[in-house]
């Protein structure tokens, strides 16, 4: 018999999904994303121009920067300092990756979004938290800019978000917390458009290869996460958009 999920959940349930817009006052675009017992806070400010490599196009950029600060986890998490370690590096590029995938930067003008994704807590789904959270700090970016007149029309061509998901027990299951994805055979992590549209895929099979079946299973579980998800993500842009 597999073991109860933490709260009881089902298979195909989510954690409780708060996002919190505003959270970070001096921000042009924030919030606080919690996933359980996962936070991050995201925040996007705009900087009047773009990298060096870029001026003259006419077009801007989004990229993104990822942290876990020292009392995330158990265990003190060293500062990434000057130099963040691999794994950030790593998770700062698909942030980046899954957010431009859905901005059209020619509409954005010779500026930078920047993102920034700081993990208050850690319990699972960290790289997800913060795209889904980034997506919302950035919409309501971009309505500042559209309200201040330094933008005719939103650059976003659709929404993103984010969700893991993985084999705990031979079970599929949806949105691991940490004690799952310590245990599971398969964990996968899926970035998709409000569309249905997959930007990436990350799945790593822990002794037993990852069968077609199960990656089928595994993307309908996310794509019914990424839904609700999407619907949070509505309402904490529609509470946080200026008036």
């Keep these: 018999m597999s073991a109860q999920r933490t709260g009881g959940r089902a ?9 919190e817009p505003g959270f970070v006052r001096t921000a042009t675009g924030s919030a606080l994303m919690s996933a359980g017992e996962t936070r991050v806070i995201c925040t996007a400010t705009v900087e009047e121009q773009v990298p060096v490599w870029m001026r003259g196009r006419g077009s ?15 265990q003190r998490k060293r500062r990434d300092g000057v130099r963040p370690d691999g794994r950030s ?14 901005v059209a930067l020619d509409r954005l003008g010779e500026r930078t979004v920047h993102l920034d994704c700081d993990v208050l807590q850690a319990d699972g789904g960290t790289r997800c938290a913060s795209i889904t959270g980034a997506y919302v700090a950035l919409a309501l970016a971009v309505e500042v800019l559209r309200a201040d007149g330094r933008l005719d029309a939103s650059p976003l061509t659709g929404s993103v978000a984010a969700v893991s998901c993985g084999v705990v027990g031979g079970r599929p299951l949806l949105d691991l917390d940490h004690r799952e994805d310590a245990r599971a055979q398969v964990d996968a992590n899926v970035v998709m458009t409000g569309d249905g549209g997959l930007v990436e895929v990350q799945a790593t099979a822990e002794r037993t ?30 509470a946080g958009s200026p008036a």
């Excluded at 298979?11 to 996002?19: F, G, M, Q, Y």
């Excluded at 801007?60 to 158990?74: F, I, K, N, Q």
């Excluded at 700062?92 to 431009?100: E, V």
């Design 60 to 74: 801007g950029w989004v990229t993104a920067e990822y942290g876990m600060l020292p009392g995330s986890t158990r």
């Design 209 to 238: 290869p990852l069968s077609r079946a199960h990656l089928d299973e595994l993307l309908t579980l996310a794509e019914t996460g990424i839904t609700a998800l999407r619907a949070a993500q509505r309402t904490a842009i529609t």
């Design 89 to 102: 590096v790593e998770i700062q590029r698909l942030i980046g990756r899954s957010l431009r995938g859905v």
């Design 11 to 19: 298979a195909d349930e989510l954690r409780p999904v708060t996002i």
